[in-house]
Nanobody, 122 residues
Framework: QVQLVESGGGLVQAGGSLRLSCAASGRTFSSYYMGWFRQAPGKEREFVAAIDYRGSRTYYADSVKGRFTISRDNAKNTVYLQMNSLKLEDTAVYYC???????????????WGQGTQVTVSS
């Protein structure tokens, strides 16, 4: 089992940047695919980005490709989401997720954090 705690959310102007972090408990962090998802008010949770066990492969939603970068540090049990060129439509609660299976593009991952709010203002 793994517990996830996100941090780094906040209020940022359009065009700005934020870096989200997700710290995971446990000693088997490298056994999990890690992902970021988001949910805006009135909308379903959607996939944002994922990274494989060693960080050698990354996957992105088309809406964030070229602006967001997912990375992980297995020595620190942490996954990051660097968000650049933020847009108003990026406003959402961002969730970190973990799964021992490759679950790219789907939302039914095994473990979830509590979420962190990202608000992009004009």
């Amino acid at each position: 089992q793994v517990q996830l705690v996100e941090s780094g959310g906040g209020l940022v102007q359009a065009g700005g940047s934020l870096r989200l972090s997700c710290a995971a408990s446990g000693r088997t962090f490298s056994s999990y695919y890690m992902g970021w998802f988001r949910q805006a008010p009135g909308k379903e949770r959607e996939f944002v980005a994922a990274i494989d066990y060693r960080g050698s492969r990354t996957y992105y939603a088309d809406s964030v490709k070229g602006r967001f970068t997912i990375s992980r540090d297995n020595a620190k049990n942490t996954v990051y989401l660097q968000m650049n060129s933020l847009k108003l439509e990026d406003t959402a609660v961002y969730y970190c997720a973990a799964d021992p299976r490759p679950r790219v593009g789907v939302v039914d991952w095994d473990y979830w954090g509590q979420g962190t709010q990202v608000t992009v203002s004009s």
